[in-house]
C-alpha cells in the first residue's frame, strides 16, 4: 500500500486580538499571541523556530499532545482485563507520555480547518492496536478553536474501536505569560483549585496516597507566587493536583488562574479532566527557542489537565480505562484577560 501520510505544516489560528500557531507534528501550540497591558502583543508559550526542529526531537514537549497515556505509567507495566502488557521504559524505570513515539511525534491529519470570527482546526490520529505496547485501534482527534477574542478552546476525543484500551491525553504547552523569552516564571502567581496533590516517590510515580495541601508548599487554594515555596520541593513543582474545589461552567471546571504582574496578563484554565499536573520546568536547560531565546529551569510553567498519573495501576484514582461503545473527551479551555 502507498504510504499516504500527511506531511508536517504549519497553521494558524487568528480572530485580530489573538494569534496561534500550529503544527499538526504532535497537534503543537507552536507560538500564542495575546495582548498585554498597553495593547502590547506578545508570543506566550515556549517553543522552537522550525517544525525542522521539533522532528528533531529537540523541544522537551513543548506545546505537543501527549499520548496515548500521559505522564508516568510505573514499570511500564498494567494489567487490563487480566492481560499483562508491557511498554517502552523510555524514562527509566517508567514509560512516560506514551512511549518512544508518542502521539507527540506523530503526524496527525488536518481534516477541517476553518477561518472567520471563531476560527478551529481539528486534527486527526489513528493510533493501532499494539502501538507502543498498548492495546486496542483508537481514533483521537483534537480540534482547537478560537472561542472569543481571547479564548482559546481545545476539545479531545477518542474512540476505541473493538478492543478496550487505555487513554489518558494531555495538553503539555510551557506559560510564560511575561513573553517566552522573557526569563523565568518565579514572579508569576497561581491558584489551583485543589485541595489535594498526589505525592510521589523517587522516579516521580505517585504513591497511591492523596494528600491535603493545607500546612504545605503545595497550597495554591489561594493565589501565590510561585516562586515563594519552590525550593522546599526539590527541584521545583512536578505534581498531579485534584481538581475538587472550582466552580463549574458548562460543565467544565476552573482548575486554575496564573498572572504575570510585569504585563498584567491572567490565563484562567478550564476543564472537565479530575486533574491538573502543575510542572515548573525543572528539567529544561538551555533549551535553543525561538527567535534566538535561550529557554533555562523554570522558563515556563505547564498546566496539563489529564486523569491521574499511573492511574490504570492505582485502583483509587479514576478510571483511564476506555471501552467499544465508549468515548474518551478531554476539554480545556484557556481564557487570557488582563488584571
Not at 281 to 309: D, M, R, S, W
Request: proline share 6%; aromatic share 8%; charged share 20%.
Amino acid at each position: 500500500m502507498a504510504d499516504q501520510s500527511p506531511k508536517p505544516e504549519t497553521f494558524e489560528l487568528s480572530n485580530g486580538s489573538m494569534k496561534v500557531l500550529l503544527t499538526n507534528l504532535g497537534c503543537t501550540i507552536i507560538s500564542l499571541s495575546v495582548p498585554g497591558k498597553d495593547g502590547v502583543l506578545s508570543d506566550v508559550v515556549l517553543g522552537l523556530d522550525s517544525v525542522e526542529s521539533y522532528q528533531k526531537g529537540l523541544a522537551p514537549y513543548f506545546g505537543c499532545i501527549v499520548g496515548r497515556v500521559a505522564n508516568r505509567i510505573k514499570d511500564g507495566k498494567f494489567t487490563l482485563d487480566g492481560v499483562q502488557y508491557s511498554l517502552p521504559l523510555n524514562k527509566p524505570p517508567n514509560s512516560l507520555h506514551g512511549g518512544n513515539v508518542g502521539f507527540d511525534k506523530k503526524v496527525w491529519e488536518v481534516v477541517e480547518h476553518k477561518k472567520g470570527e471563531t476560527p478551529s482546526i481539528t486534527f486527526k490520529y489513528h493510533s493501532h492496536d499494539g502501538e507502543e505496547g498498548y492495546p486496542g485501534d483508537i481514533t483521537i482527534t483534537a480540534t482547537y478553536t478560537l472561542t472569543s477574542s481571547t479564548t482559546l478552546r481545545l476539545d479531545m476525543e477518542g474512540v476505541p474501536k473493538d478492543k478496550p484500551t487505555i487513554v489518558n491525553l494531555a495538553q503539555h504547552t510551557y506559560w510564560n505569560l511575561a513573553g517566552h523569552n522573557s526569563g523565568n516564571i518565579l514572579d508569576h502567581s497561581i491558584q489551583i483549585w485543589a485541595n489535594h496533590v498526589i505525592p510521589v516517590d523517587q522516579n516521580t510515580v505517585p504513591t497511591g496516597e492523596i494528600m491535603s495541601v493545607k500546612d504545605t508548599p503545595f497550597d495554591f487554594t489561594s493565589e501565590n507566587r510561585i516562586g515563594n515555596n519552590i525550593s522546599e520541593v526539590g527541584l521545583g513543582y512536578d505534581h498531579n493536583y485534584v481538581l475538587d474545589c472550582g466552580e463549574e461552567k458548562d460543565g467544565l471546571r476552573h482548575a486554575a488562574k496564573v498572572r504575570d504582574p510585569s504585563s498584567s496578563r491572567v490565563l484562567n484554565l478550564w476543564t472537565n479532566a479530575p486533574g491538573v499536573q502543575f510542572y515548573t520546568a525543572n528539567y529544561v536547560n538551555g533549551v535553543q527557542g525561538k527567535g534566538g531565546a535561550i529557554y533555562g529551569k523554570h522558563a515556563g510553567l505547564c498546566l496539563e489537565t489529564q486523569g491521574f498519573p499511573n492511574a490504570i495501576n492505582q485502583p483509587n484514582f479514576p478510571s483511564v480505562v476506555v471501552r467499544p461503545g465508549e468515548k474518551y473527551e478531554h476539554t480545556m479551555l484557556f481564557e487570557f484577560s488582563l488584571e
